[in-house]
């Protein structure tokens, strides 16, 4: 083994030091020397180990049982136990196991006479990192007692970097969690984009459908038609009904009627109430009303048939700046309910259908448009504007 100087020697020649000569941050110097205790050395041997601790740049203390070490160690920190041979492996056995529990770094070392190999055995398997053969020469003893403070400070460094490393792992851990909840909630917020996308898409692509099959009908009955058809495409077959204004705020005559599970013989007095008596309540009204249990509503029109007590209904009107272009009534039995998106569905579609019929009525009255007669002709004139009225309660 090659000779190394004391701790305390230039840091050049200590491998602990860098080679700027500056201690990182917790590691034992000069104005922190390492710290050992002897337990239960003669003074001749406490002496002269003393002497060699000093020397090597090691405070030291010492007690004499391994009992006052135990409670030496828990309250203050030591580097290197160095224990009499004279004590044996089953009694500092204790110590070790403590000094092992407390620090990795730490040290105990036998001081003796030279070792039978059971005994150095027995030493090594109780906890012993080294055994000091007092025979040997103080420069082999100083020798040894550098080795070991090296090494204590090269664990203490190890434990550092390790602590360092657990800490950035927790912090990483930490962090890598708050990225994760970042991207998850981002995901998350794209996939709602992205279906909120889709579901604007469709929708666009419903109106512009609808759109476009109406703008093709310059008839009412044509539009009815047409406007009812495609309805039911995207609600399923149902009793349909559509009334349309007349020329007073009151008047309201059916349009169109569609029936699929009651006849328009057996639904005639029912229609009958809804044209006089609900069609201009609902006009006004930009809600869209659906009657999950219709009995107390057959009850209130005072209608004894059955037509609707065993069926969900559902009623609109479709507004055109605020202009009620018609009321329309969907009903059919409860085995077949309509669905919550029907409602979403019929609100994107009926303004469209609303447009159209206030296009159609521009129209018809543009028809209607005559340039100023003589005398002679004002009957005639009389006789047309009865015609278009005629024509606006038909529809």
């Known amino acids: 083994m090659s000779q190394s100087g004391p701790i305390r020697n230039d840091p050049s020649r200590d491998p602990s030091v860098p080679a700027n000569g500056e201690m990182p941050l917790g590691t034992p110097s000069e104005s922190t020397p390492l710290q050992a205790l002897c337990v239960g050395l003669d003074c001749v041997h406490e002496v002269r180990i003393g002497s060699l601790l000093d020397e090597a740049g090691v405070a030291h203390d010492r007690v004499d049982l391994v009992d006052q070490a135990l409670g030496t160690v828990v309250a203050k920190h030591f580097d290197l136990i160095l224990v009499s041979s004279s004590i044996g492996p089953e009694k500092f056995a204790p110590l070790a196991g403590q000094v092992r529990r407390m620090s990795s770094s730490m040290r105990v070392l036998v001081a003796g006479g030279a070792p039978e190999p059971d005994e150095l055995l027995a030493a090594m398997r109780a906890g012993a990192t080294d055994w000091l053969d007092l025979s040997e020469s103080s420069a082999s003893l100083l020798e040894r007692l550098t080795v070991a403070s090296h090494a204590v400070i090269e664990d203490r460094r190890r434990d550092e970097r390790m602590s360092r490393l657990k800490g950035i792992c927790q912090k990483l851990a930490v962090n890598r969690d708050e990225f994760t909840r970042h991207v998850d909630a981002l995901n998350d917020g794209l996939r709602e984009a992205a279906h909120d996308a889709r579901g604007r898409a469709d929708e666009a692509e419903v109106v512009g459908e609808f759109r476009g099959l109406l703008s093709q009908e310059l008839d009412v009955e ?33 349009g169109a009627y569609v029936h699929y599970d009651c006849p328009r013989t057996q639904a005639q007095p029912l229609l009958d109430r809804l044209s006089d008596e609900i069609c201009e309540r609902l006009a006004p009204r930009h809600d869209i009303i659906r009657f999950t249990d219709t009995r107390e509503f057959v009850h209130s029109l005072g209608l004894a048939g059955a037509v609707l007590e065993d069926s969900e209904l559902v009623a609109w009107s479709a507004l055109h700046e605020s202009e009620c272009m018609g009321v329309f009534f969907l009903f059919r039995n409860h085995a077949e309910p309509f669905l919550d998106e029907h409602a979403s569905m019929i609100d994107l579609l009926r303004p469209v259908f609303a447009a159209q019929m206030a296009k159609l009525v521009r129209i018809h009255h543009r028809s209607n448009f005559t340039f100023p007669k003589t005398e002679g002709e004002a009957e005639g004139d009389d006789a047309d504007d009865d015609a278009g009225e005629d024509w606006r309660r038909a529809a």
């Open 222 to 254: 044509d539009l009815l038609r047409t406007a009812l058809q495609y309805l039911l495409t995207k609600t399923g077959a149902t009793n349909a009904a559509v009334f349309l204004p007349g020329s007073k705020p009151d008047q309201f005559g059916l």
